[in-house]
């Protein structure tokens, strides 16, 4: 079956870290341009970020709100790509999706609650 | 970063009824590979976006023939001749040229 589920959200205290994954299946994930959005009641659906591909140079593209504490990785041979956020802030609450890059593929969503 | 303006936020449209959505850039969407990165989204209560139409105009399979979009630099819309008790959920269009922005979102109901 051809999907992606998301995983590792939960509560974090502001300042605090957490990885989220993304388990591709059903499809050739290694050519996959992969993007995390989020969607907050507050701020609506947001782009957070992309990887692309290892043979695109597996290159790195961020929103401004997270740049410098949030990376993306992958690891094909698992067909998983991960959010590493660092340095959360209260306004990063969220629920996180990832998706292929050309949209037509989105897992379920995991929810980050950063609070004190 | 372009800044995304939907239109109406909400909408309440009988069975049957056409209604429509639109959706204005701050900047054109036509990029110099020659195509539009302009897509629509619904949510449905419960699930994740999905993906309905692509390079501004392209339905997916799975969309029926009554939801068309048209649209072109930074003016767009997406079309139903009809509407039915499936389309509720909310319309999102979003362009795809970095940093990807969305629309604030516009709630279709059944009346």
């Known amino acids: 079956e051809v999907q992606l589920m998301e995983s590792g959200g939960g509560l974090v205290k502001p300042g605090g870290s957490l990885r989220l994954s993304c388990a591709a299946s059903?499809?050739?994930?290694?050519?996959?341009?992969m993007t995390w959005f989020r969607q907050s009641p507050g701020k609506g659906l947001e782009w957070v970020g992309r990887?692309?591909?290892?043979?695109?140079?597996?290159?790195?593209d961020y929103a401004a709100p997270v740049r410098g504490r949030f990376t993306i990785l992958r690891d094909d041979s698992q067909n998983i790509v991960y959010l590493q956020m660092n340095g959360l802030k209260i306004g990063d609450s969220a629920v996180y999706y990832c998706?292929?890059?050309?949209?037509?593929?989105w897992g379920q969503g995991t929810m980050v609650t950063v609070s004190s | 970063e372009i800044v995304m303006t939907q239109s109406p936020l909400s909408l309440s449209v009988a069975p049957g009824q056409p209604a429509s959505i639109s959706c204005r850039s701050s900047?054109?969407?036509?990029?110099?590979?020659?195509?539009?990165?302009l897509f629509w989204y619904v949510q449905k209560t419960g699930q994740s976006p999905q993906l309905l139409i692509f390079?501004?105009?392209t339905a997916l399979a799975r969309v029926p023939d009554r939801i068309t979009a048209s649209g072109s630099g930074t003016e767009f819309k997406l079309k139903f001749s009809r509407v039915e008790a499936e389309d509720v959920g909310t319309y999102y269009c979003?362009?795809?040229?970095?940093?990807?922005?969305f629309g604030q979102g516009t709630k279709v109901e059944i009346k």
């Open positions: 998706s292929t890059d050309s949209g037509d593929l």
């Open positions: 059903g499809f050739a994930f290694s050519n996959a341009w």
């Open positions: 990887i692309k591909s290892r043979s695109d140079g597996e290159t790195t």
């Open positions: 900047e054109s969407l036509l990029h110099r590979d020659g195509k539009t990165y």
């Open positions: 390079e501004g105009t």
């Open positions: 979003m362009q795809g040229i970095n940093p990807r922005t």
